[in-house]
């Protein structure tokens, strides 16, 4: 054998040369060779601990739940700061509503069928025609009432293209609108 790996295994034997010492970070305690103490790195009782320790924490209260949290002080720079991405989206669910919105266009927006949508002032989002008869009759809708656009022109809202009609009918009022087209089309 080679002679420093004897003197090696002689010095890792004798239990003179351990010592009990306290991790710096988690504060468990191990046994380490007396030669090895001096090392900064030898403080603690895995590279997890050590790791750990160099890094600092900035401490803040959760903007939407009021816990205490701890971030890495590079994550903590921006305002408002969360305990978790639970209470980021629960915060942002209740901040950012209606005119707070980033996106609001005045409550005003065209859907995918084409329809002119609302939201009305009790967070409820109507058909822009049913509010424009509503307010021509000066009542509420039925829920069985239908309102047809008479041009096929589903963001055309004027009263003089709307009509109220009956499901029956208005489904009658379509099919024949779509066998016009299939003859025309052929």
Known sequence: MHKSRTKQISKRSNPDNWTKITCKYCGDWFYQLKSSIRKRSQSFCSK???????????????????????????????????????????????????EKSPNWKGGIYKDKWGYIRLNTTKGRIKLQHRLVMEEFLGRSLEPWEHVHHKNEDRADNSISNLQIVTPTEHKKIHWELEQQKKEIHG
């Not at 600092?56 to 701890?70: I, R, Y």
């Open 48 to 98: 997890k601990c050590l790791a750990n320790s160099r890094k600092t924490f900035a401490h803040f209260n959760c903007s939407e739940c009021g816990k205490d949290a701890a971030r890495l002080p590079s994550k903590a720079k921006h305002f408002p700061l969360f305990c978790s991405k639970s209470c980021a989206a629960t915060y942002r669910a209740k901040k950012r509503i209606g």
